[in-house]
């Protein structure tokens, strides 16, 4: 293997590049056929999802249902944060790339947990002020010899792979007015697309596409269409303007249909008599064409939202038997409380069934075309009046966590959360837009309907039915990991990550990392050993809800520990660097 | 129960693990959920060290106490900046009835933010004045529900 000299790098806080040796080539680099090939490359995780279609599947075999029982930690690293992990970490190359909380990215020796370079953007003074739900951030992204991350002010960063050195950048929202991003950026085709965060501050959404090398625009497709545009007529008055549709979470892509998956987010402000029509495109499900990003076809899962049921948790893409035919679908768990099986050529909805018991703000999808029939009791008005208990929570459901699908069992794993809620809008003459302030005018109070919150459900697809639900007493915000030996991982927000009998649903290994787990996990495999890694730390929704310890750290697993000298194999000079002026040699005499 | 655990909100509350130094950092934070049940005690045996603050405020205390019209604002202000985190009784932020920070020490913290924490510096999107109403609000709310 090559071997890359690095340089320091000093820039204040703004980054911080650790100098050493790698082990890891520098010539590689991440192609387009790479990451289409990435469902035949099971020891590296390219992708934010795995793979295009989002399965989080893994074919590695080494742990089993037979040997899990037997992981043990292999290393772990701490993010130095206590603000919330959402990420999914990436594995390319020996290199693990994740982030914390802030956008700060570190690149990792994913054998050893050797610190290689970490860059932390800088942000400005009051950038808090339009981040709804913490400094949080979900990975990065992979292509040439560049890392992407998203900063929460809305900054593309292109990172040098080796050295964590800024490439370029690119502003594409401004925080001011409330865009900020908190997602990972997707690269399809060289492009790298953005979208994002602002539904309670009454953005108006949309994607971008950039030159993966170069940083040039390539597109730009609004979630909320113009006047005159198709679905224009689905607004009323100025309120297209201010109506939302983020688009804050990652996307699918199909190779063979050319087409890019993103998911939206609620209109704004949530009080939705004030935007009469269905409101194209919140909460919906939309298909772009993935060279022009032009919308091909869209399904809306709540036509004018009442209830902040953002609909951008981003579909699995599955091949699946449904009535005896097989169907391309697009699979989506949703905040409204139904998991959506959608055909994915066309849009055309095929069949949704509940996440979650007692969903009363609808009395019922419309079996054609999925179309819910709203509950009007149940959807707040702007006369202050409280609205309780609505079911779901406006958390759903399934939240934005991805899911995992197992395409031999056809079974899909889903976390949903079975709680409730009170909405009370704000008094009518006092809701008035103002660019950066927040454009919500309700009131919330999320509440739980007993000692349960949280379940982790199997789904068999075909079937229609849900095969086994593990309860857990808080809510689950962590993503799922599945894999062909019949495996599933998931955390909790006690902080246990989690080993599951996919088949039987029986809990085969826990254990506690020390902080709530709100993020994915992912497995690898180096030099013949299979590592599991999740990242914890207490943050995010949650801490609207729950104390508890904090502090981000990245766990990784493995069926046996490194040896002493496998596991102290350096340099480790940049894994802790002195501090400057810190320790001097001792005077000459 | 799959889980051998029976959890309930009180027990799994972290319960006064403030150590003195931390205490600027935890008081009245977006980032200080953790300690919100202590944090008035905490704050009251370890008010927030005085640093040199050379802002000339234009009120040093409370100027709208009892001036419903101001209240009123300082509601709808409360509603569309800070209830985002702190919500009606505090979530990610504390509960800012129970805040013992006075006058111009709470305005200090809305203006400059909290270091460490998640909680922002609004100078530039509000005025002091405005402070000062949202202040009146939760002063009002805290006296309401005493």
Known sequence: MKTATRKRMLAGIAATMIHGLSPVSAAEVVTDEELRGAPANAAEWLIYGRTYDNQRFSTLTQITPENVAGLR?????????????????????????????????????????????????????????????????????????????????????????????????????????????????????GKVIVGVAGGEYGIRGYLQAYDAKSGDLAWTTYTIPAPGEPGSETWTGDAWKTGGAPTWQSGAYDPELNLIYWGTGNPGPWVAELRPGDNLYTCSLLALDADTGKIKWHYQYTPNDGWDYDGNNAPILADVTIDGKPVKAALQSNRNGFFYVLDRTNGKFLFAVPTVEGINWT???????????????????????????????????????????????????VPVNQWAMSLTSHKKED?????????????????????????????????????????????????????????????????????????????????????????????????????VAIPSGLGGDPSFYYQGPKGGTVWVFGLEPLSAEEAYSGPWSGHVVPVEGGLTPVPAQ | MMHPLRYTARSARDRAAVPGCAVLVVALSAGAALVAPNDARAQA??????????????????????????????????????????????????????????????????????????????????????????????????????
């Not at chain 1, 400005?124 to 890392?147: I, K, Q, S, Y």
């Not at chain 1, 849900?466 to 599933?488: E, H, M, N, Q």
């Not at chain 2, 419903?68 to 569309?80: F, H, P, S, T, V």
């Not at chain 2, 009606?88 to 129970?98: S, V």
């Open chain 1, 363 to 413: 009395t019922g999808l419309d079996p054609a075309t999925g179309r819910p029939t709203v509950n009007e009791a149940m959807k707040p008005k702007a006369d202050q009046k409280t609205v309780t208990p609505i079911v779901p929570g406006l958390e759903g459901g399934t939240n934005w966590f991805p899911m995992a699908y197992n395409p031999d069992l056809g079974y899909a794993f």
């Open chain 1, 431 to 531: 809701i008035a837009y103002k660019p950066g302030q927040v454009f919500m005018a309700m009131d919330y109070k999320m509440h739980t309907q007993g000692d349960t919150v949280g379940h982790l459900k199997a789904f068999d697809v075909a079937n229609r039915k849900w095969v086994w639900d593990i309860p857990s007493p808080l809510p689950l915000f962590a993503g799922v990991l599945a894999t062909k030996t019949g495996l599933v991982f998931t955390g909790d927000q006690l902080g246990f990550v989690s080993a599951t009998d996919a088949k039987s649903g029986k809990v085969l290994w826990r254990f506690q990392t020390g902080s709530a787990i709100n993020a994915s996990p992912i497995t690898y495999e180096i030099d013949g050993r299979q590592y």
């Open chain 2, 45 to 146: 045996h370890n008010p927030p060290k005085a640093q040199a603050d050379t802002y000339d405020y234009q009120w040093t205390q409370n100027p709208f106490a009892g001036d419903e019209e101001k209240i009123a604002d300082g509601q709808r202000l409360y509603k569309n900046t800070c209830y985002i985190c702190h919500l009606e009784n505090g979530g990610r932020g504390p509960n800012l009835k129970k805040s013992r920070l006075a006058d111009t020490a709470f305005i200090r913290v809305v203006r400059e933010g909290r270091k460490g924490t998640q909680m922002p510096a609004w100078r530039g999107k509000l005025t002091e004045e405005e402070m000062w109403k949202i202040y009146a609000y939760i002063r009002a709310q805290a006296e309401g529900a005493e």
């Open chain 1, 73 to 189: 930690p292999v290393w772990a690293f701490s993010l130095g944060n206590v603000d919330g992990v959402e990420a999914t970490p990436l594995v390319d190359n020996g290199v693990m790339y994740v982030s914390g909380p802030h956008a700060t990215v570190f690149a990792l020796d994913a054998r050893t947990g050797r610190r290689l370079w970490q860059y932390k953007p800088e942000e400005p003074e009051g950038l808090g002020t339009v981040l709804c739900c913490g400094p949080v951030n979900r990975g990065v992204a992979l292509w040439g010899d560049m890392v992407y991350v998203m900063t929460l002010d809305a900054r593309l960063v292109a990172l040098n792979r080796d050295t964590g050195a800024v490439v370029w950048e690119k502003t594409f929202g401004d925080w001011q007015q409330g865009y900020a991003a908190t997602g990972a950026p997707y690269v399809v085709k």
